[in-house]
């Protein structure tokens, strides 16, 4: 008998792994641990035929089989610690919540709700209805309707006000942003045709005018979000597009992204325009994002003048566009908080950490480091020190914040494996790695887990 065949008989049978006491007491799905111990068996059986020698110990198999049973069962989409130093991190999940936006989820996703359905008359009502007048109180547009992201409502917009006319764009503006999302394209979808304006590094409002005929339906300015052209560059600013659409009976409609309600220039963020200045401005319609500078959920969210609000609500690509009870409860409570600016700087985490100071980040950062010099053995060196981190999400794109930072050298193990260990842990820690360190950065990591990333750093330099 060949030493393959020999090893293939000593493998251990489903039933008797299953009657096996570390996986009989398991609380999963029984097809889930059935599935996973015929994987183990089968991967056992493929290293054999293959020539190697697993180990065939009953013991070992189990271990394999419970790693199998929690890689099945735990979520995919779950929570992580964001020790990067982004803020709206894209790939993270961009803004975090504020408390009292997890609160009203929960409220909403639990119990039947008032999504469309109006108390005081005891009839059916509108669903836009729960945001639209804190919206339009909050930056004193006529109206507002909210759709499911930023994309969606420059699509909307557009659909319904240039649908078989021509709009004018600036060709410094026609940028593509996260997800291969175009100007041109999404112009090209919404059914309008799209002029295009100036040159890429100057556009003059001579330019707008000449671009005017019969079939202009509006002029369209892009904020340019996370690409910025420096040098010999001119733009016609929003104030001097809407006089010139207004001059002509040209509606004026402004993508503006990332949607700050604060001004970000009081904290030392440069180059980011406010939603609050932009209404000023006199545009007919703006979009915006509901999360990134924002910081509450991805909605797209566009105010203006109620005859082109009413349009879009009519417009039947609305429907395909609205969102869901979660985010308008999400939504709503974010909202509620800038009604008192002070309460959104401190309770909205997004604002709070884009705004965070030196006075307060340094003191912080000592917190961890004073962790990590509390559990550190000789696995790995830790200094605390400054860096730079980033605002995020699009925004902001030229301009890094100053932080302070928790840098880890480990002595056993490389950085690469130190960087994928923490991902692979229960509740992962997601860190950068630069100029031959690990860099915890604390603007982005919240107090109450200092004590896990501590003890997590010195788990992953063990050999």
């Known amino acids: 008998m060949s030493v393959n065949s020999q090893l293939l008989r000593k493998i251990p049978k489903v039933d008797e792994l299953l009657r096996h006491p570390s ?62 130093g982004i803020v709206l991190h894209t790939n993270l999940g961009r803004a975090k919540l504020s408390d009292a936006a997890v609160k009203a989820i929960q409220s909403v996703a639990q119990d039947y709700n008032t999504l469309e359905y109006n108390l005081e008359k005891g009839s059916r009502g509108s669903r836009y209805a729960h945001v ?33 006319k021509e709009v004018v764009v600036s060709r410094g503006e026609l940028v593509e942003i996260g997800g291969a999302f175009r100007v041109p394209e999404i112009m090209a979808q919404s059914g309008g045709t799209l002029v ?47 006089t010139l659409g207004h001059e002509r009976n040209i509606p004026v409609i402004y993508d503006l992204g990332s949607g700050a309600m604060v001004r970000l220039e009081d904290y030392g963020i440069l180059d980011e325009p406010n939603v609050l200045d932009a209404m000023k401005s006199g545009a007919d319609v703006i979009s915006f994002s509901g999360d990134k500078l924002m910081g509450g959920p991805q909605a797209g969210i566009i105010i203006g003048k109620r005859e082109y609000i009413e349009a879009m609500e009519k417009n039947p690509l609305t429907r395909a566009f609205r969102i869901d009870k979660l985010t308008l409860a999400a939504l709503e409570a974010t909202l509620r908080e800038y009604l008192d600016p002070a309460e959104a700087l401190q309770n909205n985490p997004t604002l709070r950490m884009i705004t965070a100071t030196m006075d307060t980040l340094v003191p912080k950062g000592e917190k961890l480091f004073a962790c990590m010099e509390k559990v550190r053995d000789d696995s790995f060196s830790v200094a605390l020190t400054e860096d730079f981190g980033q605002v995020g999400g699009g925004s902001v794109p030229t301009q890094m914040i100053r932080s302070s930072v928790v840098a880890i050298t480990p002595a056993y193990v490389s950085l690469d494996v130190l960087e994928k260990r923490l991902r692979e842990l229960s509740l992962p820690i997601i860190a950068r790695i630069s100029k031959d360190r690990l860099l915890l950065d604390v603007r982005t990591i919240e107090e109450h887990h200092f004590d896990y990333v501590a003890e997590s750093i010195l788990k992953c330099c063990q050999k």
Not at 44 to 71: H, M, Y
Not at 209 to 225: I, P, R, W
């Open 23 to 84: 996986l009989s007491s398991l609380s999963c799905q029984h097809t889930v641990l059935t599935e996973s111990v015929r994987e183990v068996i089968d991967t056992l059986r493929q290293q054999i035929l293959a020539g190697e020698e697993p180990c065939l110990e009953e013991e070992s198999i189990c271990e394999e089989v419970i790693r199998c049973v929690t890689k099945k069962t735990t979520m995919s989409l779950r929570p992580v610690i964001n020790a990067t």
């Open 132 to 164: 639209e007048k804190l919206i339009s109180k909050l930056t004193g547009a006529e109206d507002a309707m909210v759709v499911n992201n930023n994309a969606a409502a420059v699509m909307l917009v557009l659909s319904t006000m240039a649908k078989g």
């Open 196 to 242: 295009e304006v100036g040159t890429t590094n100057k556009t003059h409002p001579s330019d707008y005018v000449k671009a005017v005929s019969e079939n202009t339906g509006a002029f369209l300015k892009v904020h340019t979000s996370n690409f910025k052209i420096m040098g010999f560059f001119e733009e016609v600013s929003l104030d001097e597009m809407v």
